[in-house]
Every structure is written in C-alpha cells, then in structure tokens.
C-alpha cells in the first residue's frame, strides 16, 4: 500500500465547477504540500501545509491531522487550471526535506 | 525570479553514454534532491544531498550517482546510460518542513 494515496487518479471538469482533490496518507507528518504541474514538466508548490487551511486565490487547501486527510478545493474552475496536481508529504524526522509523492491527480477542465 | 535551474529542458544521448545532468539553486538551501517521474509510478527519490559533499541514496540510486562540491550545485550522474533511464529527471531544493522549489525538468531520451 502507497503511504500516499490521492484520488481521484484522472477528473475532467466543465469551466466553472468546483473540484475537490483528496490525499490521504498513512505515515505521521510534519508537513504537506500541494504541487502543480503543468505539461512540460515545471512543478510548483502551491501550499504548504502543517495544519488548518490555506487560501490562495481560487484554491484552498485543509489538511486534517487527526484523520490524515488532505483536500484540495478549485473554485471557480478554468481551463488554465488543468495540470497534474501532486500531494507530498514531509514524515516526522524528515528535517532534511525529503518528501513522499502521491501519484498525482490529472486535472482537465474544459470550455 | 528563477529559484531552482536545470540545465536542459530535453536531451537525447545513445546507450552507454555518460550524462551529466545540473541543477542549480539560489535560494542557499541545504537540501537538494534529484528524482525520475514515469507514468504511473509518480516522483521516485534518486539520491539527495543535506551539504556540500554529502549525498545520501534514495529509493532507485542503482546506475545513477551525484556531486555536490559547492552548495548550489548538484548534479547528478548517469554512468553508462541505458533506455531504461529514459524518464523526466526533477531537481528540487528543500529548505526544512518551509519550502520546496522544484527545477523545470530534464526530458531524457535514451537511444
């Protein structure tokens, strides 16, 4: 079993819709990310997370410590937003930053 | 605005070649990490680095090895390349559970 498990693994979305991305992982962390990546390869962290909520423009990230549960929220979907969206988490010891992947989400969102 | 740069975006090289691939970073961080990204398997941890010199295996170090000599540098080292390394090859720079900056990709194709 992953210890980082995302789904869904593929989600097609018409423009507009709200999405909702989910991480759950099975190892105690310290930290997790949200990370985009676009055709071409580039990935950009777009949250990184310890606890609570994260708001940046369109997209909102909670994490639930507790439940080890991650979501990522698109609101207001746009075709800019289709990417690969990666969750990765930092284990407990992980001071020297190295992360666990998810597979990844494939995000397209239509006109 | 560029924090973590790779030197090529796509290179062929024929089997038994030995490829250099570099990754530079200008954020001062510690860590520095390589990874391959294939379909279906996500983001796979090759080796890292938490100083200058230093350099820990990771999950798939086998015909791989890195170099650290100064600490925005990292490279990383494809003895005698093979087709099976064909892959997407991913640099980032980690500073801690904070931030994570990763490199715009290394397309390899190996004939």
């Known amino acids: 079993k992953n210890e980082v498990e995302q789904s869904p693994q593929n989600l097609t979305a018409q423009e507009g819709e709200f999405i909702t991305i989910n991480c759950s992982y099975s190892v105690g962390i310290s930290a997790l990310h949200w990370l985009q990546q676009h055709p071409g390869g580039g990935i950009v962290s777009l949250f990184m997370?310890?606890?609570g909520k994260k708001k940046h423009g369109r997209l909102i990230a909670t994490i639930n410590i507790q439940e080890k549960h991650s979501s990522l929220h698109i609101t207001a979907s746009h075709p800019r937003d289709s990417a690969v969206y990666i969750c990765?988490?930092?284990?407990?010891?992980?001071?020297?930053?190295?992360?666990?992947f998810g597979k990844g989400t494939k995000l397209s969102v239509k006109p | 605005d560029v924090k973590v740069t790779q030197s090529s975006r796509y290179l062929v090289k024929r089997t038994g070649e030995k490829v250099f691939l570099e990754c530079v970073q200008d954020m001062d961080h510690e860590n520095m990490f390589w990874y391959r990204q294939d379909p279906g398997l996500g983001l796979r941890l090759i080796y890292f680095s938490y100083d200058v010199k230093m350099k820990e295996k990771g999950d798939i170090p086998e015909g791989y090895s890195v170099s650290r000599e100064k600490k925005e540098r990292f490279s990383l080292i494809l003895e005698s390349a093979s087709t099976n390394q064909t892959s997407m090859y991913l640099c980032?720079?980690?500073?801690?559970?904070?931030?994570?900056?990763f490199g715009q990709g290394t397309r390899l194709t190996v004939v």
């Open positions: 997370l310890s606890s």
């Open positions: 980032a720079s980690i500073h801690g559970n904070t931030e994570a900056f």
């Open positions: 990765a988490v930092l284990g407990y010891g992980g001071s020297q930053g190295n992360l666990i």
